[in-house]
């Protein structure tokens, strides 16, 4: 990568219990969070079923586009934990356990209660490097630029710390604040739109909240280039003072 190519990502949220609503995914904002500080652009977000077609397709259409895929869900015991097998349809590979894996979760579990069930989460895509599971041992894995990482909060988080520092890094997205007060978002938005045109190197957004005084507006101006951010963020401070004025 060049300096001004940019670092990119996705995530693959595999399951029908958060598409149900049963389960409230708390990995999105995680890897997020993750992304930002460390200069990755996150890119998109995808939800699928545990249905192999729609993993396969979602996973050849997000590793193609971005530099790293990072799928969360589905490679549990059960059968319907078919992210490992998507995964490795998807790469046209082959399945099978992996000694590697298998001797993980033996550091958790007695030989002779590696059932049939557990022995699912050592099932592993021929090519693939695992990834360590210091809570559970069972095992992630890379197969590309795809990181195949469990869905339960802990584990995954676990499994970020442990890939973070194989990943290439590029220039953080700074952020600078303006408060626009109880400023509607109407008498502000055509003037905005101006400043957005005039600044296009950076990205302008609007939020409106609740807060302990009362209804405000928060004007978020965020970029890679300081300088380009400082000129941006003067122009619509100098925006709010005139409108606040007026």
């Known amino acids: ?6 670092i990119t990502a996705a995530i693959l949220v595999i399951g029908d219990e958060i598409l149900s609503g049963r389960t409230k995914d708390r990995n999105i904002g ?6 930002t500080a460390v200069g990755i ?10 249905e ?12 193609a586009e971005n530099t ?3 799928t969360t869900g589905g490679i549990g015991p059960t059968h319907d934990d078919i992210t490992a097998d998507s995964v ?9 356990v992996d000694p590697r894996a298998k001797a993980m979760l033996l550091e958790r579990h007695k030989p002779e209660d590696l059932n049939e069930a557990r022995l699912r989460m050592a099932r592993i895509p021929a090519g693939a490097d695992l990834i360590a599971n210091p809570i559970s041992k069972a095992p992630g ?6 990181f195949v990482m469990a869905g339960v909060p802990a584990i995954m988080q676990a499994m970020l710390d442990s890939i973070g520092p194989t990943l290439e890094t590029g220039a953080r997205v700074l952020s600078h604040t303006v408060e626009a007060g109880n400023l509607p978002e109407g008498t502000y938005a055509g003037d905005l739109a101006d400043l957005a045109k ?17 209804f405000a507006n928060r004007i978020v101006v965020r970029g890679k280039d300081p300088q380009a951010l400082d000129a941006a963020r003067a122009d619509i401070e100098a925006l709010v003072t005139r409108l606040r004025g007026a």
């Open 52 to 63: 192999q077609d729609r993993i396969v397709a979602a996973v050849n259409a997000l590793r």
């Open 30 to 35: 995680t890897i997020a969070d993750y992304c």
């Open 1 to 6: 990568m060049t300096d001004t190519t940019p």
């Open 68 to 70: 790293y895929l990072f």
């Open 198 to 214: 005039a600044h296009p190197g950076v990205s302008i957004g609007s939020y409106p909240s609740m807060t302990q005084t009362g």
């Open 141 to 146: 894995f890379r197969l590309g630029n795809v």
């Open 41 to 50: 652009d996150l890119r998109e977000v995808r939800i699928v079923p545990d």
């Open 88 to 96: 490795a349809a998807a790469f046209g590979v082959s399945i099978d």
